[in-house]
């Protein structure tokens, strides 16, 4: 009998779920669809294509674009030649599905069950296709980033893997770029990113920095953990009480999960983040598989109406490659 490798010869490219990964994702997308509908949200189908503008307003332009984590748009032509894109991220395809319907309504609760499509290099080994399952809070909502981390918390206890979940925010390294020349942004956010300790001595040492910025830089990537980092902030940033300010604002507003963990150099790949933000790991192979926070002025770049919003995804892809391995 002959095996796989001696009469297929298959190109790389898109994954195909076997039975058995499909009946998993069939699984998980009933039951979360039912948690999302019990709470009154409805669910969001975009169009796979849109105008390339549209996906481009939210890729940020630090990353080195030879990485294998930079998240390639698949271009295509219509017959106009018109530039278009697979849908990369269901957020600003969110935005704009509300805001022609804003003057219907004030606020509005998107759910989501889609695969995004992501143009990754052969042999990164990361999935072009990727199933996501998410929520879009766009509107007013009291205390919504506690109640948005819970409902993300109950979808997590469908998957039969512990996590670790770290928050940062996306404000504290806006602010934190204000202490340096603009021309070097780029590479401190980079830096940042990679957690790239000897790239941001090398920025400190290039452009002469002080001694404390060049502190505060180089710390920042490592410190990471509970509540108590809160101390070692308010040493580090003694002189920037408007920087301290914003981590003591953070971990006071969750400070009823003690589970939690606190990392402030956290920087996205998506630029439209303007507060607090968080992503979820999991423990055993330390796979991102959840990400979520506060992106409050994403609207302007559509519109002229500033709308507090805030969302999450989680990657079912992730899950169920790893649980079906296993």
């Not at 999935?127 to 409902?151: C, H, M, P, S, T």
Request: aromatic share 16%; hydrophobic share 40%.
């Amino acid at each position: 009998m002959l095996t796989k490798a001696k009469y297929l010869s298959i190109p790389s490219g898109f994954e195909y779920y076997n039975l058995q990964k499909i009946k998993k994702l069939n699984q998980y997308k009933k039951n979360i669809q039912e948690i999302l509908e019990s709470k009154g949200m409805m669910e969001f189908i975009p169009p796979l294509l849109d105008y390339v503008e549209l996906f481009s307003l939210t890729a940020n332009s630090f990353i080195n674009g030879n990485s294998s984590f930079i998240e390639k748009l698949f271009e295509v032509k219509d017959s106009n030649g018109e530039l278009l894109a697979i849908r990369s991220d269901l957020t600003v395809m969110a935005m704009k599905s509300y805001l022609y319907h804003a003057q219907e309504m004030d606020k509005i609760q998107y759910y989501y069950i889609q695969p995004v499509y992501r143009d990754f290099s052969k042999g990164t080994g990361f999935n072009r296709e990727i199933y996501q399952a998410g929520v879009e809070w766009i509107g007013k909502f009291d205390n919504r980033i506690v109640i948005l981390f819970q409902l993300a918390l109950e979808l997590m206890e469908l998957f039969p893997f512990r996590c670790s979940y770290v928050f940062g925010n996306a404000l504290f390294i806006q602010e934190l770029l204000k202490l340096f020349p603009q021309k070097i942004h780029k590479d401190i956010l980079s830096g940042l990113y990679f957690k790239d300790i000897y790239k941001l001595k090398e920025i400190c040492s290039y452009f002469s920095l002080s001694q404390e910025i060049s502190s505060i830089l180089t710390e920042i990537p490592l410190l990471i953990g509970d509540e108590s980092i809160k101390n070692e902030y308010k040493i580090l940033l003694k002189n920037y009480e408007n920087l301290y300010n914003i981590i003591a604002h953070t971990i006071d507003t969750l400070k009823m999960f003690n589970f939690i963990l606190y990392d402030f150099s956290i920087v996205r790949e998506f630029s439209y983040y303007t507060g607090i933000i968080f992503e979820a790991y999991l423990n055993k192979t330390n796979s991102k598989v959840l990400t979520g926070g506060i992106y409050d002025n994403f609207s302007l770049q559509l519109s002229h109406k500033e709308i507090p919003s805030c969302g999450f995804a989680l990657n079912l892809s992730e899950f169920i490659n790893i649980e079906v391995e296993l």
